[in-house]
Nanobody, 126 residues
Framework: QVQLVESGGGLVQAGGSLRLSCAAS????????MGWSRQAPGKEREFVAA????????YYADSVKGRFTISRGNAKNTVWLQMNSLKPEDTAVYYC???????????????????WGQGTQVTVSS
């Protein structure tokens, strides 16, 4: 099992920025993709972004393209989500994820994630 711990959420005004961090650990942690998903009140969880082991391939949901950037540390067990130009509709609990595979030739969905962190709240005020 992979353990994931997120940090960096908070309250920000529309147009502002936040950076989320995720630290991964566990005996089964390997070279799979990692990513972020989110769940807004009353809505289903949705995919936000994913990154390969090397960091050379990334995927984004259309709703965050050009505003969010996912990156991975040299040690590979740390992932960040830089969120710029935040909108009220970005308000959600954000989860760090470990994917089921090391290879994706399509934009992953939440169904492709096998491990979840406890989540961190992001609130964007208008």
């Amino acid at each position: 099992q992979v353990q994931l711990v997120e940090s960096g959420g908070g309250l920000v005004q529309a147009g502002g920025s936040l950076r989320l961090s995720c630290a991964a650990s566990g005996r089964t942690f390997g070279s799979n993709y990692m990513g972020w998903s989110r769940q807004a009140p009353g809505k289903e969880r949705e995919f936000v972004a994913a990154i390969s082991w090397s960091g050379g391939r990334t995927y984004y949901a259309d709703s965050v393209k050009g505003r969010f950037t996912i990156s991975r540390g040299n040690a590979k067990n740390t992932v960040w989500l830089q969120m710029n130009s935040l909108k009220p509709e970005d308000t959600a609990v954000y989860y760090c994820n470990y994917a089921k595979s090391a290879t994706y030739y399509y934009t992953p969905s939440v169904a492709d994630f096998s491990s979840w962190g406890q989540g961190t709240q992001v609130t964007v005020s208008s």
